[in-house]
């Protein structure tokens, strides 16, 4: 049985925005050090190649660390960075986690796959550059190479790729969605129902990003904690607290958990 998907206008998008940064500067330092923690270890492979897939199937875990830390402060307790770690240790939940983490890497292999198919040419002609080559040139070059059509292909593909898993991690975890493909459905949903609120978030997300560059993205470090926050206030809001699903066949047992972890929801 899919979950209720609550429709909302534009304007919540600014809401659930106010609401992340309102949770946010409770304990600023905290959720700037999670953020941080989150970005080193996605960044480990560039260092120790060997540790990719640990950096991969730790994403979703350390992401959901970060949404239970959320709804601890909405809960008015106190956090700490320990807490993003959380997940690890909570049983019932672990394995489709894991799962996902799979599904993830797929995805982005085939879109890896995508990019090789279509900017193999571009590809070819930045690899047989030399130091001594002209850069304008060269970017001349490399633009001939580019095809408008081929461009917006991929970033069609990758736009999919990022709603279809975007809810889906909250969705698996808080409510207990073991069909990964299920999960990854409903998500594309949500954005078809909601996209006005969600084009206003991840908008002024975009411009904010944007107006980081000139302070070589220092401000990151406070708009993107609010960008999770926020985001994580958005899925509360569209899947309602007491509609939790029991897929493990635990009953009331399951069900308390969900509602645990599930209280605080922000309707905008």
């Known amino acids: ?67 239970l830390a959320v709804i601890s402060k909405q809960q008015g307790k106190t956090i700490s960075l320990a807490d993003i770690l959380k997940p690890f240790s909570i049983k019932g939940r672990r394995l489709n986690l894991f799962r996902l983490g799979l599904y993830q890497m797929g995805a982005v292999i085939l879109l890896t796959l995508l990019a090789d198919s279509l900017f193999s040419e571009t590809f070819a002609l930045m690899q047989q550059a030399t ?56 998500s594309l949903k949500v954005f078809q129902t909601n996209m006005a609120p969600l084009t206003v978030f991840s908008l002024v997300i975009g411009v904010l990003m944007l107006a980081a560059m000139p302070l070589s993205f220092v401000p990151l470090l406070v708009i993107m904690p609010v960008a999770y926050i926020g985001f994580f206030c958005s899925y509360q809001a569209i899947f309602p607290a007491d509609d939790i699903s029991d897929n493990n066949g635990q009953g009331e047992k399951h069900a308390s958990q969900s509602s645990a972890i599930n209280t605080g929801r922000f309707d905008a």
């Open 1 to 67: 049985m899919s979950s209720k998907i609550n429709v909302f206008s534009a304007s919540a998008g600014l809401q659930w925005l106010k609401q992340g940064w309102n949770i946010f500067k409770t304990q600023p330092m905290t959720f700037m050090f999670m953020y941080i923690f989150m970005i080193v270890v996605a960044l480990i492979p560039l260092v120790l190649p060997p540790l990719q897939l640990v950096a991969a199937f730790t994403a979703p875990f350390l992401t959901i660390g970060f949404y």
């Open 131 to 186: 130091e001594n080559h002209n850069h304008e040139q060269l970017l001349a070059e490399v633009m001939n190479t580019l095809s408008i059509g081929n461009i917006g292909i991929f970033l069609l593909a990758h736009a999919v790729n990022l709603m279809a898993f975007a809810f889906a991690l909250p969705l698996v975890f808080f409510k207990g969605e073991n069909r990964i493909f299920k999960a990854l459905g409903q």
